[in-house]
């Protein structure tokens, strides 16, 4: 609706007033790490997201710490 329309963009326009908040554009073909979860990507992409997000490989069932 219009008025939460209105509270959003007032919201957004105090922080980045503030500074609290910087809104750059980031195309889509570029590294967005969230792209792993929405996207389907080419193997080399995954495993790089995968690593930025801090995720490891691990087989299932296989718990080595035990």
Do not use: E, N
Not at 2 to 31: E, F, W
Not at 38 to 60: V, Y
């Amino acid at each position: 609706t219009k008025h939460i329309q209105r509270k959003y963009h007032s919201m957004h326009d105090d922080l980045v007033a503030k500074g609290d908040a910087i809104i750059c554009y980031i195309p889509t073909d570029y590294d967005m790490v969230a792209d792993i979860l929405t996207k389907s990507l080419i193997h080399d992409k995954h495993w790089k997201f995968t690593k930025a997000m801090g995720l490891r490989l691990r087989s299932s069932g296989s718990d080595k710490t035990r």
